[in-house]
């Protein structure tokens, strides 16, 4: 992921992977997003779920609830 933007090798092997997961019915769960473009990438690549550092960094279970429910309440 993190020379997903910069290289095209890069880009190539993540767009194979999310097209056979596809192709496998498989959902596809891309790790260690950290850019907004990064983001974007696998956005339009149909990636169905994104986890990493642009969205939070790892929280224990406490922290994790209480992330969740302020994005809850700010729907």
Partial sequence: MRDLNDDENDAAIVDAIIAMSHRLQLDV????????EQLAFLQAHDCERVQGYYFS?????????????????GL
Wanted: proline share 4%; glycine share 0%; no cysteine.
């Fill in 29 to 36: 769960v891309a790790e260690d997003a950290e850019t907004k």
């Fill in 57 to 73: 960094k790892p929280l224990d279970f406490a922290a994790f609830s209480q992330f969740i429910e302020q994005d809850v309440q």
